[in-house]
């Protein structure tokens, strides 16, 4: 059982537009992403399907934010969500996971907390 602190935040997911090449969705051969779990942004890139607007929130994502979440989707996620740098990802800090924390009134992670080796929500 991992204690990774992105097992009880969930932040990012409900923080960002989370868009990738369309592609990347399930109606295209090799594609991972369920596409109906997506919207079309521009005639290139598509979004996870809550994310594309003002209070964002995947619609993958499930449990609370702050409390225990996970991904509904982790092995079919993105490459966005694959290449997010989460808070510890090569021991450093992340920016922008704090700045989702701050905007969900979580407290900041610590400085530098364990170093590689943590991952973003999984699938139960
Ligand atoms: S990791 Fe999963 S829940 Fe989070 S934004 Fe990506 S698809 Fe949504």
């Known amino acids: 059982m991992s204690d990774s602190p992105c097992l ?5 997911c409900a923080t960002f537009r989370v868009s990738f090449y369309w592609g990347e969705s399930d109606e295209v051969p090799g594609g991972l992403v369920p596409q109906r779990l997506t919207e079309q942004v521009t005639p290139h890139l598509s979004c996870m ?4 607007q003002p209070s ?3 619609v993958a994502l499930m449990g609370e934010v702050g409390g225990g979440v996970r991904c509904s989707i982790y092995e079919k996620r993105s490459s966005t969500c694959r290449e997010f740098p989460f808070h510890g990802e090569d021991g450093q800090d992340s920016p922008d996971c704090q700045r989702a924390r701050a905007l969900h009134g979580l407290p900041p992670l610590p400085s530098n907390p364990r ?3 943590q991952e973003p929500p999984v699938a139960a």
């Open 8 to 12: 009880n935040c969930g932040a990012c």
């Open 49 to 52: 399907q809550g994310t594309n």
């Open 56 to 58: 964002p929130r995947c």
């Open 115 to 117: 170093g590689p080796g």
